[in-house]
């Protein structure tokens, strides 16, 4: 785990690669003063950057690490790991039924919604190890939060 002091720098670099992602965008599409060709990259090096800061948020340890923080990074992880398997399980159910029923498959909104569910041309899709770090990071920040509220109305 990383000290503390290094949680600041994670949501630096998030801040830095979206305000980043939106000037570039800006610069390559309304003001062409960077090549529309160099959009790609430019998107890709900040959503680098962005996971990057997510992944050094998701490694700094609390500013008051003890056991009950253990436990509940143990219990984030294990949900995370039930939503992953459900949404594998869910995924390939539909899968196994939209290549059962080839006409329902050929619908527009049915195809796109099956590319989303699992991650086929979309890099951040629900197979996306990305995506679970931030469901991690989300259920891990939503128990702090509960247990750090719980604590207050205890000592009140």
């Not at 039930?82 to 039924?97: E, P, Q």
């Not at 195809?111 to 899709?125: A, E, K, M, R």
Request: hydrophobic share 50%; proline share 2%.
């Amino acid at each position: 785990m990383l000290p503390y002091r290094f949680r600041k720098y994670g949501y630096g670099l998030i801040i830095a690669s979206v305000l980043s992602l939106v000037l570039g965008l800006l610069m390559a599409n309304v003001f062409e003063i960077i090549p529309q060709t160099h959009t790609r990259f430019i998107s890709m090096v900040m959503y680098l950057l962005f996971f990057l800061g997510i992944f050094v948020i998701v490694m700094t340890e609390e500013k008051d690490e003890d056991e009950m923080i253990d436990s509940i990074r143990r219990r984030s992880i294990a949900t995370t790991a039930y939503i992953a398997f459900g949404l594998f399980m869910l995924t390939n159910l539909l899968m196994s039924i939209l290549h059962g029923f080839r006409n329902l498959y050929s619908m527009p909104f049915v195809s796109s919604l099956v590319t989303v569910l699992t991650g086929n041309g979309i890099s951040c899709g629900f197979r996306s190890v990305d995506a679970y770090i931030i469901i991690y990071l989300i259920i891990f920040r939503i128990s702090i939060w509960k247990m750090r509220r719980q604590c207050k109305e205890d000592q009140a």
